[in-house]
């Protein structure tokens, strides 16, 4: 009998992105193939106007791409969506003005018809650990940017899902902060299982949270190489490992154009 691998959590196949504006096509993603295997923490870094918002976005099915395809656990990316198969937590943190904090928590585990004390009590845990427990009822606009992104992580982590979708959820955070939450979100990871297609700008973000960092060209954006990356562990010491730095070096050179090298998760040069 043969045994077929787990399909992967995330396949992008042969997609292409154009976008049509008064000033002409923009060409923002070109050729891009990617597989991601169930478990994995794949950033996604490159120049800015690379695409990788984009290609986050057509993962979501938020947006359609010109050509190619998107599989999500198996099924279309449309599928997925419709089946809340991903939370998601993007710049603009999309929380809904007329509810409070943690009721905007809350809307994925209503969505799916999870009892009210159930996800008050599952809300009131998340806010404690993004460190916004005081400010559960007030409203969106109450708050910093920084913590209205904290909010959209802690919606996203509602409900465990099998894949998450950030796009740079640290970014407007202080250091501490974001460190800490990077160290939660890691611990998430390791008791949940979850996947995640994380976007960021910092390197040193992307090879402490990664099982493997996609470089992306200039646009229209096109994997450059998959830098694999093997530490010992993810702890504060990790920071200060000499393997760290080792893979530090390997995206700072495939970000300068350096030769592609292309291993297992399936990225390639067109
Ligand atoms: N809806 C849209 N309509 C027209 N152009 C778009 C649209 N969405 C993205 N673009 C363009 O596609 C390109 C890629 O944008 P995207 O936001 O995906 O890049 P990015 O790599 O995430 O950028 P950054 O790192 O600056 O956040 C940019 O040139 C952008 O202007």
């Known amino acids: 009998m043969t045994t077929h691998p787990p399909a992967p959590a995330v396949r992008v196949a042969g997609l292409h992105q154009r976008f049509g504006t008064a000033h002409g096509d923009v060409h923002a993603l070109s050729g891009i193939d990617l597989d991601i295997a169930p478990g994995a923490f794949v950033s996604l870094i490159g120049p800015s106007g690379c695409g990788k918002s984009t290609l986050l976005r057509c993962i979501a099915d938020l947006v359609q791409p010109t050509a190619g395809s998107v599989e999500v656990g198996g099924r279309s990316a449309h599928e997925a969506r419709l089946a809340h198969h991903y939370g998601i937590a993007f710049q603009q943190a999309g929380l809904l003005e007329w509810r409070t904090v943690q009721r905007n928590v809350e809307l994925p585990l209503e969505l799916h018809g ?44 509602a409900e465990e899902p099998p894949l998450l979708l950030m ?25 949940t299982g979850t996947t995640v297609v994380f976007v960021t700008h910092s390197i040193s973000e992307a090879v402490f949270l990664s099982t493997q960092v996609v470089v992306m060209s200039a646009r229209p954006g096109r994997v450059v190489r998959v830098v694999d990356v093997d530490l010992p562990d993810r702890a504060e010491a990790t920071r200060e490992d000499p393997a760290f730095f080792a893979a530090i070096t390997d995206v700072r050179e495939a970000l300068r154009g350096g030769t592609a090298r292309t291993p297992a998760l399936g990225g390639e040069d067109r």
Request: proline share 3%; glycine share 8%.
């Open 167 to 191: 796009d740079e959820p640290f970014g407007a955070l202080d250091e501490m902060t974001r460190e800490r939450l990077q160290a939660e979100l890691l611990a998430i990871r390791a008791r």
């Open 114 to 157: 999870v009892g009210r004390r159930e996800r008050a009590e599952r809300a009131r845990q998340l806010l404690g650990l993004v460190g916004l427990s005081d400010v559960a009822r007030m409203r969106p606009s109450e708050l910093s940017g920084g913590m209205q992104q904290r909010v959209a992580i802690a919606r996203s982590l």
